[in-house]
């Protein structure tokens, strides 16, 4: 039986007196994990726990984590989990300790340093029940010869002046388009959730209902499909995720590309892209809600809530994010949640200037979500998913939101039962 969920659980570390100085530790493979790892010594010197560690591809992470946190095992700790992909399952599985009073109570540590956006990604029912490890935002990619070439002085800030400038170098560039970004029915929902937001929409309202066929929705899915279709490459297919979009941008074959800002390398080393040189990175463009790309968490630690050894997990968590850490991960080029490293000139100095700016702004507006926040995340993904083929494809946008709608609001009323 699952541990049920709450304070006790992991409030004051009482739980587990007799606790084990062996913290079973379970992550991704990831350079987060790889930069975590050589500092273990560093950690188990200070504390004198030892640090038992599995690391596993997302997948077999995946299979552990339905296995073992579903029969209620204790013998994961702490586990590193994706908050917008499994976060609301694990959370109302009661898989996730309650961590509110540790984060409360842990001065030095600052949570208050952690961005709103991850945190209330990390948040399930007004309870802390992961704290954010990376960070992703959606920035703009662009070419600064093609803009130079096309005189326009400085990048688009607005979705119309995207358009526009998209529409002028595809007309003066044979073979370019102007614009190139996602266009798979479920890849594309994390990138045009930025232009949704922008618009005025999201996927549901407070009271959770669907709202992907409102009027800001409708405007948003027009306009991401009209800007692919009238300024993206030439018969686009529309089952492209990010690598099939990056690839176009960084052969030289497109001006402007929205995308994660933890995909830059790809564009920016020589080795990857014919145009590192020249690719330059602004803040989301402001739609007529305003800029409002999403900023969220792409992984999290948790605490296992059938754990018999909570207190010295958090311990784990504890160093693993504090401020000289997290810093030190910084500098390895994970993009961190907490606001000081990206203050911090240390914490900087790896990073493009501008992608820093675009990433310091995205950090203030950003929306906690990329996708619906469901338990079946890659089943809704579809059903939101399709207006965006729909749109790109010339269909009518309108009439694809409304049908889209109607099995979304099914979806969350068989989900809610």
């Not at 040189?277 to 900023?295: E, R």
Request: charged content about 25%; glycine content about 8%.
């Amino acid at each position: 039986m699952v541990a049920a969920l709450g304070l006790s659980a992991c409030g004051g570390g009482g739980d587990d007196s007799g606790a084990s100085k062996t913290v079973r530790v379970t992550l991704a493979n990831h350079v987060w994990t790889e930069s975590i790892k050589q500092a273990l010594p560093e950690f188990e010197k200070q504390t004198g726990l030892k640090v038992e560690l599995t690391q596993l591809g997302e997948d077999q992470l995946s299979d552990q984590y339905n296995v073992k946190l579903n029969a209620g095992s204790s013998d994961i700790d702490v586990m590193m989990y994706r908050p917008l992909q499994e976060g609301k399952l694990f959370a109302k599985n009661k898989y996730l300790a309650d961590l509110s009073e540790h984060v409360k109570s842990s001065k030095d540590w600052d949570f208050d340093d952690f961005q709103s956006g991850p945190v209330e990604a990390t948040t399930y029912e007004d309870k802390t029940v992961g704290v954010p490890i990376i960070t992703e935002q959606e920035v703009l990619y662009y070419r600064k010869d093609l803009l130079a070439k096309a005189g326009l002085s400085a990048p688009p800030k607005t979705l119309d002046e995207l358009k526009a400038a998209a529409a002028k170098i595809k007309a003066a560039e044979p073979g370019t388009a102007g614009f190139v970004a996602r266009t798979g029915k479920s890849p594309a929902v994390t990138q045009f959730s930025s232009f949704l937001y922008s618009f005025g929409g999201d996927f549901v309202d407070d009271s959770g209902k669907a709202t992907v066929n409102s009027d800001a929705a409708k405007q948003a899915y027009a306009f991401y499909g009209g800007l692919i279709k009238d300024a993206g490459p030439a018969n686009v297919s529309t089952d492209m995720g990010w690598p099939e979009a990056m690839a176009i941008f960084t052969q030289g074959k497109a001006a402007f590309y929205t995308e994660a800002n933890s995909l830059y390398k790809n564009a920016t080393d020589p080795a990857k892209s014919k145009v590192a040189d020249t690719v330059g990175f602004a803040p989301f463009p402001a739609g007529p809600a305003g800029s409002k790309p999403y900023n969220i968490p792409s992984w999290a630690l948790g605490v296992n809530d059938s754990s018999e050894n909570k207190s010295n997990a958090w311990k784990f968590i504890e160093w693993a994010t504090g401020k000289e850490q997290t810093l030190a991960l910084q500098k390895a080029g994970v993009p961190s949640a907490r606001t000081s490293v990206w203050e911090n000139p240390e914490g900087t100095a790896g990073y493009p200037k501008d992608l820093v700016e675009a990433i310091t702004e995205s950090g203030k507006a950003g929306v906690a979500h990329d996708r619906p926040v469901v338990v079946k995340v890659a089943q809704a993904r579809e059903i939101v998913g399709q207006p965006i083929v729909d749109a790109i494809a010339g269909k009518d946008a309108e009439a694809a939101a409304d049908t889209a709608n109607e099995a979304f609001q099914k979806f969350l009323d068989d989900e809610a039962r």
